[in-house]
Antibody, heavy 127, light 107 residues
Framework: EVQLVDSGGGLVQPGGSLRLSCAASGFTFNNHAMSWVRQAPGKGLEWVSTLGGSGGSADYADSVKGRFTISRDNSKNTLYLQMSSLKTEDTALYFC????????????????????WGQGTLVTVSS | DIQMTQSPSTLSASVGDRVTITCRASQSISSWLAWFQQKPGKAPKLLIYKASILESGVPSRFSGSGSGTEFTLTISSLQPDDFATYYCQQYDAYPRTFGQGTKVEIK
């Protein structure tokens, strides 16, 4: 059974740092790109960052570029999001998400669709 | 950035109704579009990818169509479990943008 367990959220002051983790199981982790997606309270979904299966290429939303770093440890089947210089507008439920395994004709040049999500971990940035 | 616009924002319908949600992209995204369902307090769930391919395990009353800039998600006969918020997302280019969501409510 595929599982993604998000953790590491909490209350942090503006300007502070936090590291989120996403523990994966039930599939071959390094065969899949992974993303972080967030949802501010009462709002829609916002893509944050994506990292390829080998960990070599990362993309970021402009709103977090230079402040957040996505990484993965394939030996531990874990995805991370290091967040620094946090702002009140970063307050959200953060989901990790697995992408479908790459398959010719089913994925664009920018990658594949997300197909499975963790339960989310809440980050609150407030003084 | 590619802007994704969903309509309507809210939809009131009854069990058994046929429901259609539209998603428009600000530029062509070929067929690189996914649809997700989200219930309150839960993670989203993939319904459709590559505009029209039904994800495994998703009921056949859900269908997707379109290409280029205009896409639709159709629920052929709305069931009680389908009252939720639906999002489209393009994966043609980064940043991977979502539509603002369509909330399907009980009429």
């Amino acid at each position: 059974e595929v599982q993604l367990v998000d953790s590491g959220g909490g209350l942090v002051q503006p300007g502070g740092s936090l590291r989120l983790s996403c523990a994966a199981s039930g599939f071959t982790f390094n065969n899949h790109a992974m993303s972080w997606v967030r949802q501010a309270p009462g709002k829609g979904l916002e893509w944050v960052s994506t990292l390829g299966g080998s960990g070599g290429s990362a993309d970021y939303a402009d709103s977090v570029k230079g402040r957040f770093t996505i990484s993965r440890d394939n030996s531990k089947n874990t995805l991370y999001l290091q967040m620094s210089s946090l702002k009140t507008e970063d307050t959200a439920l953060y989901f990790c998400a697995r992408h479908k395994r790459w398959r010719l004709g089913y994925c664009s040049s920018a990658g594949c669709s997300v197909d499975f999500w963790g339960q989310g971990t809440l980050v609150t940035v407030s003084s | 950035d590619i802007q994704m616009t969903q309509s309507p924002s809210t939809l009131s319908a009854s069990v058994g109704d046929r429901v259609t949600i539209t998603c428009r992209a600000s530029q062509s995204i070929s067929s690189w579009l996914a649809w997700f369902q989200q219930k309150p307090g839960k993670a989203p769930k993939l319904l459709i990818y590559k505009a029209s391919i039904l994800e495994s395990g998703v009921p056949s009353r859900f269908s997707g169509s379109g290409s280029g800039t205009e896409f639709t998600l159709t629920i052929s006969s709305l069931q009680p479990d389908d009252f939720a918020t639906y999002y489209c997302q393009q994966y043609d280019a980064y940043p991977r943008t979502f539509g603002q969501g369509t909330k399907v409510e009980i009429k």
